[in-house]
């Protein structure tokens, strides 16, 4: 239950699975990413929330038993 910092190419990995806006911090470059890992750090509150969002969604999207159902 980390906020997560990635690039718009990692986030797109996941699909829609993650809103890019809401679960998940995404930057284009290195200012970008700078930017964005400084704000979480500096907000508390969005960091946590972020934090949370982005845990509920793996727990259910990604989780092992979605895994297997999906293999099987």
């Known amino acids: 239950a980390r906020a ?25 470059d290195d200012a970008g990413f700078a930017h964005a890992v400084v704000r979480l750090l500096d907000d508390a509150t969005e960091r946590a929330a972020r934090a949370r969002r982005g845990a509920a969604v793996a727990a259910s999207a990604l989780s092992r038993s979605r895994f297997e159902a999906i293999v099987a």
């Open 4 to 28: 997560c910092v990635t690039t718009r190419f990692c986030a797109q990995a996941f699909g829609t699975v993650f809103d890019a806006s809401a679960d998940l911090a995404v930057a284009d």
